[in-house]
C-alpha cells in the first residue's frame, strides 16, 4: 500500500495568516493527488483534484502544487470558515487518505 | 445537482453483514466518466477507502486488500442506486460510513454519512 503522511498533525493560525500543510506519499503517485476539507460532523469536501486543479465552487484561496511524492495544499489568507481538518489523498494505486491536519484558532 | 442519499442499519451484530445502499440522483451510475465508492471513518483508522464499481463497457469492481475477502459492491441501473455489503464484521468495522462518486481520482460528492455500530 502507498502510505500518506501529512505534516503537521496540528496547527495553530490567524485569520489572514498563509498556511502550508504538506503531504509525502512512499512512493510516487505521479498527479493522481487529491486535497480534501473536514469539518466536525460532516463528510469531506474536496477542494483540489489531480494536484492543482481548484474543484469548481472552492475560493481561490486555496491552491494545491507538486507531483510524484510531494505535494502541498497552501491557503492564502486564512478565512474563519477554513479551521477545519485537511486530508490528502492518492488514487495512483488502490486509494488510501493521509491521516489528516488539524487547522485551529491561534 | 448531484445528490447521494445512504440508507441501512446503523447496529449490526458481530459476525453479521453490514448492508447500506446509496440512491443516486443528478447522475447515472452507469456514467462512464465515474466510479461509485465507499469510504468509512474511524478514530482507530482515519479515513479508508473500502472499494469501488465503475460502469467500463462492463461493470468493473476494486476493493482495499483489508476488506477484499468479505465485501461486495453492485449497482443496480433500475433503481440507479449502489450498495455496500461487508460479511462476518467484527467491532473494528465501527464507524461513519460514506457513499461516493469519484471522478478523475478524487471523490467530488458525498452522501451524508451512516455511524454503523457492531454490537451485540
Known amino acids: 500500500d502507498i502510505q500518506m503522511t501529512q505534516s503537521p498533525s496540528f496547527l495553530s493560525a490567524s485569520v489572514g495568516d498563509r498556511v502550508t500543510i504538506t503531504c509525502r506519499a512512499s512512493?510516487?503517485?505521479?498527479?493522481?493527488l487529491a486535497w480534501y476539507q473536514q469539518k466536525p460532523g460532516k463528510a469531506p469536501k474536496l477542494l483540489i483534484y489531480r494536484a492543482s486543479n481548484l474543484q469548481s465552487g472552492v475560493p481561490s484561496r486555496f491552491s494545491g502544487s507538486g507531483s510524484g511524492t510531494e505535494f502541498t495544499l497552501t491557503i492564502y489568507s486564512l478565512q474563519p470558515d477554513d479551521f477545519a481538518t485537511y486530508y490528502c489523498?492518492?488514487?495512483?494505486?488502490?486509494?488510501?487518505f493521509g491521516q489528516g491536519t488539524r487547522v485551529e484558532i491561534k | 445537482q448531484v445528490q447521494l442519499q445512504q440508507s441501512g442499519p446503523g447496529l449490526v451484530k458481530p459476525s453479521r453483514t453490514l448492508s447500506l445502499t446509496c440512491a443516486v440522483s443528478?447522475?447515472?451510475?452507469?456514467?462512464?466518466?465515474?466510479?461509485w465508492s465507499w469510504i468509512r471513518q474511524s478514530p482507530l483508522r482515519g479515513l479508508e477507502w473500502l472499494g469501488r464499481?465503475?460502469?467500463?463497457?462492463?461493470?468493473?469492481?476494486d476493493f482495499a486488500e483489508s476488506v477484499k475477502s468479505r465485501i461486495m459492491i453492485m449497482a443496480d441501473t433500475s433503481k440507479n442506486q449502489f450498495s455496500l455489503q461487508l460479511n462476518f464484521v467484527t467491532p473494528e468495522d465501527t464507524g461513519v460510513y460514506y457513499c461516493v462518486r469519484v471522478i478523475d481520482g478524487a471523490s467530488d460528492y458525498w452522501g451524508q454519512g451512516t455511524l454503523v455500530t457492531v454490537s451485540s
Open positions: 489523498q492518492q488514487s495512483h494505486t488502490s486509494r488510501t
Open positions: 464499481t465503475y460502469y467500463a463497457s462492463k461493470w468493473n469492481t
Open positions: 443528478g447522475d447515472s451510475v452507469s456514467n462512464n466518466r465515474a466510479a
Open positions: 512512493q510516487s503517485v505521479t498527479d493522481w
